[in-house]
């Protein structure tokens, strides 16, 4: 489709909390604890004399579970758990949250566990090699069919191999001559074209939101100044996130961001606490 999808929110969202708390029901398990570096915290419930007291008055309060960040900033993995619903924040546990990989390690090794020392990884689990390209080129030829690369006036440049090779903001294995440097700025499915141009064309002030996920908030009603990630390797910058047409949200902000990719997450931000996310669009 010309998005860039991030295979680690999709699997968290499908198989390791919706599977995995199937399973721990099969089992009459309580929770189920994964390693992700992340902690969830819960809002006091009300006693059954408040709660009471709520019911008569109309004013009833469902438990709520927060999502906060892992306190090892480099570990931390939020953003990738945004999609997480209450009953799975109420039955997980993530025992590295407080911990930095330092400790995670000193641990591992004092146990004797084969993966002490091993090194990090960054590669999509189920791609062998880190070669997305074969997987695609496996799993979905139809989407690798050639296409022109034109630049922001619609001169054409060259062909692309594919518009699942490509992402915004990429710059190498474009196969075009240039004196200055080009980056992708934008992919059209519907003509197979792929745009490119400087770095300022593909920074974007402005992102349209959808399929939403809130933790801390249950909807978004008026607009709410936060911090937002677009990238799980990226800081959070300041915006403001306002209620949308179609269920989705607007994020707008402080500064240009740089090359935020539709089919990747915005996740928002209050301090340490994940207010919610969804798709860029």
Known sequence: RGTTPNPCILCNKY?????????????????????????????????????????????????????????????????????????????TLFPLGEMNKQETRAIAKEIGLET?????????????????????RDFSPDALKPGTIVDTNGKVLGEHKGIAFYTIGQRKGLGISSLKPRYVADIDRASNTITVGSREDAMRKTLKIKELNWISIDFLSAPLPCRVRIRSTMKEVPAVIMPGKDHSVTV???????????????????GDKVIGGGIIE
């Open 116 to 136: 002490a020392l091993r090194a990090e990884s960054q590669e999509i689990c189920f791609v062998g090699n880190d070669n997305y390209s074969d997987f695609i």
């Open 15 to 91: 198989i390791k909390f919706d599977f995995l708390l199937q399973k721990d029901r099969e089992l009459d398990a309580d929770v189920v604890a994964t390693g992700h570096y992340a902690q969830v915290e819960e809002i006091r419930r009300m006693s059954n004399c408040e709660l009471r007291i709520a019911n008569y008055e109309g004013k009833t309060q469902v438990p709520r579970f927060l999502l906060k960040k892992g306190i090892d900033p480099v570990k931390d993995q939020s953003y990738v758990l945004y999609v997480m619903k209450q009953e799975e924040l109420a039955r």
């Open 252 to 270: 707008e902000f402080e500064e240009p961001q740089w090359a935020p990719a539709a089919g990747q997450s915005a996740v928002f931000y209050n």
